[in-house]
Every structure is written in C-alpha cells, then in structure tokens.
Nanobody, 123 residues
Framework: QVQLVESGGGLVQAGDSLRLSCAAS????????MGWFRQAPGKEREFVAA????????SYADSVKGRFTISRDNTKNTVYLQMNSLKPEDTAVYYC????????????????WGQGTQVTVSS
C-alpha cells in the first residue's frame, strides 16, 4: 500500500511558477513509476506528466511540454512537478499518482492516487 500526500498548490498569477511536491509512504517508492494528473471544474481528469522509477524516462502532455518538469528524489520518497509560465487554463486540482510498474505514460489508471492540491492561476 502506498499513501500519497500532495503539497505546494496555491493562487498565483499568469506567468508565475509553482512547485508541487508529492510525499509517498512505503519502502517500495523507488520501484514505482509516478505521475501527475489534473482535473479542472467540469472536466475529466487528465494526464499531465509521468516519470519512471529511475527518473530517466519522463513523459508530458502536449499542453505542458516545455513549461512543466517532473522529477523525483528516491532518497526522500518524493516526486515534484515544477510548473513555469503558468496560464489560467492550468487551473485545476492536481493529483499525484503511483503505479507498480517501472515505467508509466499515463494511458491507464494508476494504482494509487493522492487527494489532490488546488492550483489557481489568475489572469
């Protein structure tokens, strides 16, 4: 069992940066691929970014490529999402996700979800 706790959300202006963190419990963290999803009001949850267990392989949604960076620190059981050049359309609840596979591309539901952190970008 893995428990995921997100932090770092908040209210920012367009063009600002924000870094989300996801702290994971459990000794198997370093063997899990991790991901970030988001859900805006009235919309379905969508994939944002993912990172392999080793941190070598990453993938991103087209809407965030070049602006967001996913990374992980296996010594701290933590995955990060650095968000730069934020836009109002990035406003959403951001969810951390974990899968028991070593590589993940966000094309299927993960095994574990966090409870989410709100990101609001004003224009």
């Amino acid at each position: 069992q893995v428990q995921l706790v997100e932090s770092g959300g908040g209210l920012v202006q367009a063009g600002d940066s924000l870094r989300l963190s996801c702290a994971a419990s459990g000794r198997a963290f370093s063997t899990y691929a991790m991901g970030w999803f988001r859900q805006a009001p009235g919309k379905e949850r969508e994939f944002v970014a993912a990172i392999s267990w080793s941190g070598v392989i990453t993938s991103y949604a087209d809407s965030v490529k070049g602006r967001f960076t996913i990374s992980r620190d296996n010594t701290k059981n933590t995955v990060y999402l650095q968000m730069n050049s934020l836009k109002p359309e990035d406003t959403a609840v951001y969810y951390c996700a974990a899968t028991q596979r070593p590589v993940y591309s966000g094309t299927y539901a993960p095994d574990y979800w966090g409870q989410g952190t709100q990101v609001t970008v004003s224009s």
